[in-house]
Every structure is written in structure tokens, then in C-alpha cells.
């Protein structure tokens, strides 16, 4: 198995280029995902998470009430900085579990990264960074396409890693400054150059 970090800033594009990946036989592992897995009802974290930042964080059946948590854990650093410190190291842990369970077997796990600096310890384990980046101006106007409103884009850009750090970590960069289809003919062109595609070929 060959495993790849993607990681990028919003609307870098980054989605974009895991469902290309996907479509050409990648294995996708969305960080996202896992978050939620790890924060099921029942789950350990969702105890941590309701005894820091009350019970009514989560609802009669025991699920997170996500929106609840979000205004209490983002309302200040310090809320902020528990909520990472009771849910990254479960989303650390299973997402070295799922590349431990496919390690032997062919093909290309992709694990898309919302977050890369939350998860620098995990870098050993990633064959390749890939990193999408786009021009924060670009990225702008396509957050608006999508509906999310402008002062809600610069607040989430703010708070992100900057893609000079991105691109300090990364093993290969992706620029996406064009329209889909040049990205499609960027994502071809590493898919490619990777001996390992399909999982019929053996890496040399």
C-alpha cells in the first residue's frame, strides 16, 4: 500500500482532487469522517467532551450535538485547545489503526487532511504529502460560488495553517489556479508517474 497525505486549505480544492483520486481506484480515509466516527454516541470522547463542556452537549440518545459543542469549543482558544486535546488523539490512534489494517495491501490509500499540523506525528507514516494550493483571492470567489459568505471564508482562512507551511511539508505540490479540467490533467499526470496505480502493478 502506498499512502498519501492530501492536505490543502478551503476551497483549495482538495475534495476535488480526492474524488479524482478516488474515481482512478484510490482508497480515501477522510479525516472528517473519522472525526465523527470517534465521536459516535457511546463512544469515549463524547464522555470526555459532555464532563469539559457540559452534558447538554450531547442529546437524549447520547449522539454530540455538533453545533452545541462548536459554540462553546470556538468561543475561546482555551475551548478550543481542550476540544483538540479529548478528540485528536482517538482521530490519531484509529487513523493509524486503518493504515496499519490496509499496510498489506496493493493499491494507494489517500487520507484526506483537514488539519496537517494537527497530525505532524503521523507524517511517518505517509509515503507522500500532497498538497493542493490556490491563491487565497481564488480561493475566495469560489467559497462565495458555493454560498458561504465572505467574512465566513476569511474567518475559517484564519484560522488555518498557511499554504507556505503547507508547502514546507509537502513532498509534492499541486497548483490550482485553472478550472476543473486543468486540475483533472494535473491529478493525471501524478497518478501517472505513481508505479503503483491499480494495484496490479508491483512498486519497484
Known sequence: MYTVFLCGG????????????????ARIIDLDEVSREVTAPGAEACQVLAQAFGADVLDDRGAL????????AFATPQGTATLEQVVHPHIRARLAQL???????????????????RVEDLLPLADEVLCVTCPLEVRRVRAQQR??????????????????????????????????????????????????????????
Not at 478551503?10 to 481506484?25: D, F, N
Not at 467574512?151 to 490550482?176: G, K, M, P, W
Not at 485553472?178 to 505513481?194: F, S, T
Open 10 to 25: 478551503i476551497a483549495s480544492g482538495k475534495s476535488t482532487v480526492s474524488r479524482m483520486l478516488r474515481e482512478r481506484g
Open 65 to 72: 450535538r455538533r453545533d452545541v459543542l462548536a459554540q462553546r
Open 99 to 117: 493504515l496499519e489494517e490496509n499496510r498489506a495491501m496493493a493499491g494507494m490509500a489517500v487520507v484526506e487532511i483537514p488539519l496537517l499540523d
Open 147 to 204: 454560498g458561504m459568505e465572505p467574512a465566513d471564508f476569511d474567518a475559517r482562512a484564519s484560522r488555518q495553517i498557511t499554504d507556505e507551511y503547507l508547502v514546507a511539508h509537502a513532498t509534492t505540490v499541486l497548483t490550482n489556479d485553472g478550472n476543473e479540467a486543468d486540475l483533472k490533467r494535473k491529478v493525471a499526470a501524478w497518478w501517472d508517474e505513481r508505479p503503483l496505480r491499480n494495484g496490479k502493478e508491483a512498486w519497484k
